[in-house]
């Protein structure tokens, strides 16, 4: 397989070329493509077979399921049944955006897409290149992140052209992403609204139109089935070993200078705040932003990740963020990321 990248200007889309990609999507073959939370691995959800290819391009593991996409309210029919009234009003509220709904999985989609469970993860993306392909191809698209299984997903199409260059038909370069981070599940087939994944949209968001929602923090080994995807305890690892920081602020730092000394080869993920700790110490870093600034940190977290792998570090150290609004998601990818691996001071 030889891979295309289409350049594709959100703001000017090319029909031609939405075209050419959504005919590839019906004829059972992978797009990656941009939303707004990170560049997805698209199929036709109603084929098993094209299903079968993102799951061998990706390496992922069979138990871990994908989320469905569609353009319109209309087709959710199509990939749920016995949806609640409360599905909608969320709908209503946050779609086209970063929320995920689990519901009862119609049969119409490939159980493979769901890990062989009976319920189904399904949006409604909000970015314009996601839309149009999806309208153009006019059926569910099932689309994890466009890159290699547990690496750092990609906000960008260099992301996935590393990744899976010659494992994916075409790649439709529309610019950087704006989120960064993938977007929120949320399990409406429980007795209480449970969040499985935290994401794009923000649990306090949530509470303002469900007050009882809650949060469930899983951490599954690969050979364990799960309701959502993200809930693995490896998950958006660079290649380098990842150790998380969590404690006081100058605590931490003088934990992290130590530790690096003890490595030929560190990296840190730093907050332009701790830029100067690092300074002369041989150590390479690749910025996050301001530690105030959590949308600047979700957008850079996995490109700074990819850049650490790039310096041939041997190591990745990071400061943990405050875990409220989406701190609570960049938190997420951070101990996965690092496979649990915790300091506390």
Same mark, same amino acid.
């Given at each position: 397989?030889?891979?295309?990248?289409?350049? *594709?200007?959100?703001?000017?889309?090319?029909?031609?070329? *939405?075209?050419?990609?959504?005919?590839? *999507? #019906?004829?059972?073959?992978?797009?990656?493509?941009?939303?707004?939370?990170?560049?997805?691995?698209?199929?036709?959800?109603?084929?098993?077979?094209?299903?079968?290819?993102?799951?061998?391009?990706?390496?992922?593991?069979?138990?871990?399921?994908?989320?469905?996409?569609?353009?319109?309210?209309?087709?959710?029919?199509?990939?749920? *049944?016995?949806?609640?009234?409360?599905?909608?009003? #969320?709908?209503?509220?946050?779609?086209?955006?970063? +929320?995920?709904?689990?519901?009862?999985?119609?049969?119409?989609?490939?159980?493979?897409?769901?890990?062989?469970?009976?319920?189904? %993860?399904?949006?409604?993306?909000?970015?314009?290149?996601?839309?149009?392909?999806?309208?153009?191809?006019?059926?569910?698209?099932?689309?994890?992140?466009?890159?290699?299984?547990?690496?750092?997903?990609?906000?960008?199409?260099?992301?996935?052209?590393?990744? +899976?260059?010659?494992?994916?038909?075409?790649?439709?370069?529309?610019?950087?992403?704006?989120?960064?981070?993938?977007?929120?599940? +949320?399990?409406?087939?429980?007795?209480?609204?449970?969040?499985?994944?935290?994401?794009?949209?923000?649990?306090? %968001?949530?509470?303002?139109?469900?007050?009882?929602?809650?949060?469930?923090?899983?951490?599954?080994?690969?050979?364990?089935?799960?309701?959502?995807?993200?809930?693995?305890?490896?998950?958006?690892?660079?290649? %380098?070993?990842?150790?998380?920081?969590?404690?006081?602020?100058?605590?931490? +730092?003088?934990?992290?200078?130590?530790?690096?000394?003890?490595?030929?080869?560190?990296?840190?993920?730093?907050?332009?705040?701790?830029?100067?700790?690092?300074?002369?110490?041989?150590? %390479?870093?690749?910025?996050?932003?301001?530690?105030?600034?959590?949308?600047?940190?979700?957008?850079?977290?996995?490109?700074?990740?990819?850049?650490?792998?790039?310096?041939?570090?041997?190591?990745?150290?990071?400061?943990?963020?405050?875990?409220?609004?989406?701190?609570?998601?960049?938190?997420?990818?951070?101990?996965?990321?690092?496979?649990?691996?915790?300091?506390?001071?």
């Amino acid at each position: 397989m030889h891979t295309q990248v289409i350049q *594709i200007d959100p703001d000017h889309i090319d029909l031609s070329s *939405i075209r050419l990609a959504a005919q590839k *999507i #019906l004829d059972g073959r992978l797009v990656a493509f941009p939303t707004e939370t990170v560049y997805g691995l698209g199929a036709n959800a109603l084929n098993g077979d094209a299903v079968s290819r993102i799951f061998a391009a990706k390496g992922r593991p069979p138990s871990d399921p994908l989320i469905v996409h569609i353009y319109s309210l209309d087709q959710l029919n199509q990939v749920a *049944i016995q949806i609640p009234d409360l599905a909608y009003r #969320l709908a209503e509220k946050f779609w086209s955006g970063p +929320l995920t709904l689990v519901l009862p999985r119609n049969e119409s989609i490939t159980p493979a897409v769901s890990a062989g469970l009976h319920t189904v %993860a399904v949006r409604m993306p909000s970015h314009p290149v996601a839309l149009a392909l999806l309208r153009s191809a006019n059926v569910p698209i099932a689309a994890p992140s466009a890159n290699l299984f547990s690496r750092p997903s990609p906000t960008t199409a260099q992301h996935v052209l590393e990744d +899976l260059k010659d494992r994916v038909d075409i790649i439709l370069d529309g610019g950087r992403v704006d989120i960064g981070v993938e977007s929120t599940v +949320l399990d409406l087939t429980s007795d209480v609204p449970t969040i499985l994944r935290a994401g794009g949209l923000t649990l306090e %968001a949530l509470r303002q139109v469900i007050p009882n929602c809650v949060m469930r923090n899983v951490y599954l080994g690969e050979d364990e089935s799960a309701a959502s995807p993200g809930m693995m305890m490896k998950h958006y690892s660079p290649r %380098a070993k990842m150790l998380l920081f969590d404690g006081e602020r100058e605590s931490v +730092l003088r934990s992290m200078v130590d530790e690096a000394r003890r490595h030929h080869r560190a990296g840190v993920l730093v907050f332009d705040e701790d830029e100067g700790v690092f300074e002369g110490s041989g150590v %390479a870093t690749s910025r996050l932003g301001s530690e105030s600034d959590l949308a600047q940190i979700a957008t850079n977290l996995f490109s700074a990740m990819r850049d650490l792998d790039q310096k041939n570090v041997d190591v990745i150290l990071v400061r943990g963020v405050k875990r409220e609004g989406l701190g609570l998601a960049i938190w997420d990818r951070l101990v996965r990321a690092a496979e649990g691996r915790v300091i506390s001071k």
